[in-house]
């Protein structure tokens, strides 16, 4: 269980967990195909309930936008968009397991700290789907699968079903 908003929330089995970029380009504006597709793809996922998100993500989120779109949204308002993310989606804490799986991950698969404490998460979580441009389309690490959902031809429905 965990406290969002003041309110205890239990947490529902996620199928996908969503990266830092699927936020963004909900934001920005500098590329419309893809903000139309992160919009597109946000708004299903909220209403059908199987996303969630990880701390490290809404940080990462909070911290580009403060740096590179205050021109689109003012830094006043990053604190309730956050909360908004938070209430649409749950957030998967950093735990002690995730830091040691992201480490493991490091090593073994060589990958940046950063993604490998995404996968650690999703690992964690049983969560069986990433949603990033940032990792091999289609690449499975240890059960966990990898989709960029800005490809061409990405279908949601079908790489929920996978």
Excluded at 114 to 122: F, K, L, S, T
């Amino acid at each position: 269980m965990e406290v969002v908003g003041g309110h205890a929330r239990s947490f529902t089995s996620a199928a996908v967990l969503l990266d830092t970029n699927v936020l963004i380009y909900a934001v920005d504006s500098a590329e419309p195909e893809k903000s139309v597709q992160a919009r597109r793809i946000l708004d299903s996922l909220e209403s059908s309930g199987v996303a969630s998100l990880c701390a490290q993500v809404l940080g990462e989120y909070c911290s580009v936008v403060l740096r590179k779109f205050q021109h689109l949204i003012p830094p006043e308002s990053v604190v309730p968009q956050a909360e908004a993310w938070a209430r649409a989606f749950p957030v998967r804490n950093t735990t002690t397991r995730v830091v040691l799986e992201a480490l493991r991950a490091t090593i073994r698969y060589q990958m940046p700290y950063y993604d490998a404490q995404i996968w650690a998460v999703a690992r964690v979580h049983r969560i069986p789907l990433v949603l990033s441009e940032d990792f091999a389309d289609g690449a499975v690490i240890e059960g966990v699968r990898f989709a960029n959902p800005f490809a061409e031809g990405f279908d949601l429905e079908a790489a929920l079903v996978v």
